[in-house]
């Protein structure tokens, strides 16, 4: 079995900077693609960022140049670093993992959720 574990949500104002954390801990032999997602009340859940095992990574046009998504694969852990933060952020964030199990199983694993509001 497998938990992800995110830590780093928060409060913060407008135009501020919080930085979450999600890390990957049980039978995991690799990981693929590592992601993180949002859904504000009353809306989807939406791809927010996604980076893949080489370091390759794609943004939702409303993150572009405000957030960064990295990892740490000795770690197993993933990070969103989000500055100029918008009130339209406020969301419960949740991270995603590809996780490579044992006889190269591939399972899809997702972190609890975190919550980040941004006051205007």
């Known amino acids: 079995q497998v938990q992800l574990v995110e830590s780093g949500g928060g409060l913060v104002q407008a135009g501020g900077s919080l930085r979450l954390s999600c890390a990957a801990s049980?039978?995991?032999?690799?990981?693929?693609?590592m992601g993180w997602y949002r859904q504000a009340p009353g809306k989807q859940r939406e791809l927010v960022a996604h980076?893949?095992?080489?370091?390759?990574?794609n943004y939702a046009d409303s993150v572009k140049g405000r957030f960064t998504i990295s990892r740490d694969n000795a770690k197993n852990t993933v990070y969103l670093q989000m500055n100029s933060l918008k009130p339209e952020d406020t969301a419960v964030y949740y991270c995603?993992?590809?996780?490579?199990?044992?006889?190269?199983?591939?399972?899809?694993?997702w972190g609890q959720g975190t919550q980040v509001t941004v006051s205007s």
């Open positions: 995603n993992a590809q996780v490579v199990q044992i006889y190269l199983v591939i399972n899809d694993y």
């Open positions: 980076i893949t095992s080489g370091g390759t990574t």
């Open positions: 049980g039978t995991i032999f690799s990981i693929n693609d």
